[in-house]
């Protein structure tokens, strides 16, 4: 049986990743904390994985209860900032550009969060897809591919690239707790998943035997025409303004409409 099997948001755009037992769909129709706080530098240009790979030595946490954000440096340096206190945010600031060497702000959005694509929602990805990839590296762990791809949403019991089957020309939808997801876009990789998400380390060919593999497992159900090319993994779905304000939750079933 198709169902949620982990929910996950990034509540620093950029840095690292929480699980959660239920997600509230925002107005916006992105799930709530994910990419709430994003830096920013004096140019307006955000700082995350893209531009550096120094994200990758960063170890973050965050109590979403609290809106609490640890952070450790790997020299050990650990601090704690409550993001609801101006005073902290500041402080939070003052830490991270000294860090990155540039100078930051730290903005919030409550309503959308700073999703790359401002007119969508969540992102959805498969464990069976998770796994097959894992399997075309040797030094590649499922939670290590999870890291890397960023998913909001994964979904258990279907098979492999599950996923691709919502875009194209009538391509069905999905329910999770009378909730809809429709189909968008495949999701288009950038530099991110070729990395160690603990050492920020290349893995070397990642992006040419990605793309290898990708082509010859492509599958039979998804509409080839909606996929621009084959470095590229998971969904970006978008969900009905009618549906936001809902609750999903790790356990949901997961099922297919029209």
Same mark, same amino acid.
């Given at each position: 049986?198709?169902?949620?099997d982990? +929910?996950?948001?990034?509540?620093v755009?950029?840095?690292?990743g929480?699980? +959660? ?9 992105t799930?709530?904390?994910?990419r /709430? ?6 140019? =307006? ?10 994200v990758?030595d960063?170890e ?5 209860d609290?809106t609490?954000m ?14 609801? #206190? ?24 409550? #309503? ?10 969540? #992102?959805v990805?498969s464990?069976?897809?998770? /796994?097959?990839?894992a399997?075309?590296?040797?030094e ?8 890397? +791809? ?17 875009? =194209? ?7 999770v707790?009378?909730?809809r997801?429709?189909g ?7 530099v ?9 380390e ?6 040419e ?6 082509e ?6 998804a ?12 969904l970006?779905?978008s ?5 936001r =304000? #809902? ?8 099922e297919?409409?029209?």
């Open positions: 049986m198709a169902r949620i982990r +929910l996950r948001v990034y509540p755009k950029g840095l690292d929480i699980d +959660l037992d239920t997600a509230r769909v925002l107005p916006g129709g799930l709530e904390h994910d /709430e706080f994003a830096l920013f530098d004096a140019d =307006g240009d955000v700082l995350n994985g893209k531009r550096t790979n120094r990758h960063l973050t946490d965050f109590d979403p609290r609490a640890a952070v450790q440096a790997p020299d050990g340096d650990r601090r704690e900032f409550d993001l609801d #206190s101006d005073a902290d945010r500041e402080r939070a600031e003052v830490w991270f550009s000294d860090f990155f060497d540039v100078e930051l702000t730290l903005k919030r959005d409550e #309503s959308l969060g700073f999703v790359d694509r401002r007119e969508m929602g969540p #992102s990805v464990t069976a897809t998770l /796994e097959a990839v399997s075309w590296f040797e590649l762990t499922v939670d290590s591919v999870r890291r890397r +791809l960023r998913a909001n949403v994964e979904v258990s019991g279907v098979p492999a690239f599950w996923e691709d089957r919502f875009v =194209g020309e009538r391509a069905p939808v999905f329910e707790n009378d909730v997801f429709e968008v876009t495949p999701c288009g990789r950038c991110v998943p070729e990395r160690d998400p603990d050492t920020g290349p893995t070397p060919q990642f992006r035997r990605f793309v290898q593999k990708r010859e497992t492509f599958p039979e159900w509409d080839a025409e909606a996929f621009e090319h084959f470095y590229t993994v998971m970006i779905a969900i009905p303004e009618e549906d =304000g #809902s609750e999903i939750a790790v356990g949901n079933q997961v297919i409409a029209e």
